[in-house]
């Protein structure tokens, strides 16, 4: 197995980080001085992946937009000679083979992921949710990729949370294969306390093999009446070999205010623009 494509499902309503998401798509939110989307992408190109479909919806064409050239912008910096402005405004558009599919109505994560059958054909894939942002020095989905290819079998990103927490995630029954690597053996989408496998979360992070899509084809509305990913990856858990990784790394859940406000916290104490500034102002507000 050689894992080349991605998915990054995009057509959320980003209701929780409202107003700012009323109009501006929460993946178009700037960490610092980046989209959280070019994160995203980033994490996936360093792993090696070449074509990259984001599944989007009518309100996110600032998304695509920023991925473009923008000649008239491109020749202003240019002329004024703001060079690093310019690579960086073109890097953007280079990064990667980007293609767009619509999800039309929003039905799910599941949903969402089946909408890119025809991109994925008959290759395994990742897929990246633009809501968790990872922090590792070596990219979180190429972790799941070495563990994927090695079984042969799809793999999801688990780490441990707070046992109050794994009711916000998916939660996983494993089994110990090597280090850091489990089988899994079942799993479940927001759990209770009483209905929990562990408190080993799904976060953000999967390589999946194209025999998730008939499983997606029958899948019936779950949790919250949406179709859901994790119930179609239980039903492929239950006949196949599928593994999960404890990814080495910090994951940021961008989706919500705190977890974006750290994120943008520690992103920018690492920034060479912002580093020393912010840990200088920090201490006097502390
Ligand atoms: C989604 C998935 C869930 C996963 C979580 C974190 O939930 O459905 O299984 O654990 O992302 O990656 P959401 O955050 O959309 O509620």
Request: aromatic share 8%.
């Amino acid at each position: 197995m050689r894992v080349k494509k991605a998915v990054i499902p995009a057509a959320g309503l980003g209701t929780r980080m409202l107003p700012a998401t009323k109009t501006v798509p929460k993946e178009m939110l700037p960490l610092v001085d980046k989209p959280v989307i070019q994160y995203i992408i980033e994490e996936a190109v360093e792993a090696g992946i070449e074509d990259i479909l984001i599944v989007t919806n009518r309100a996110k064409s600032a998304m695509d937009d920023y991925f473009d050239y923008h000649p008239e912008l491109e020749r202003k910096l240019a002329a004024s000679g703001r060079d690093a402005d310019l690579e960086a405004v073109r890097r953007a558009a280079d990064l990667a083979n980007i293609f767009y599919v619509r999800q039309k109505e929003t039905l799910g994560l599941g949903h969402a992921i089946w909408r890119a059958r025809r991109f994925v054909g008959d290759e395994p894939f990742a897929v990246l949710l633009g809501d968790d942002i990872m922090k590792a020095d070596r990219p979180v989905i190429g972790q799941l990729i070495a563990a994927a290819e090695k079984y042969d079998a799809p793999c999801v990103g688990t780490q441990p949370v707070a046992p109050e927490a794994i009711s916000r995630y998916s939660s996983l029954k494993l089994e110990p294969l090597e280090d850091r690597i489990f089988r899994v053996t079942d799993m479940n989408e927001k759990p209770t306390p009483e209905t929990k496998l562990s408190d080993y979360a799904i976060l953000g992070r999967y390589v999946l093999t194209p025999d998730i899509f008939p499983v997606l084809e029958q899948t019936k509305p779950g949790y919250g009446g949406e179709i859901q990913l994790t119930d179609a990856m239980r039903e492929l858990c239950h006949t196949r070999f599928f593994t999960a990784a404890h990814f080495e790394g910090r994951r940021y859940d961008t989706g919500n205010l705190c977890g974006f406000l750290e994120a943008t916290i520690d992103f920018a104490l690492e920034h060479p623009a912002s580093g020393d500034w912010l840990r200088e102002f920090l201490k006097t507000k502390l």
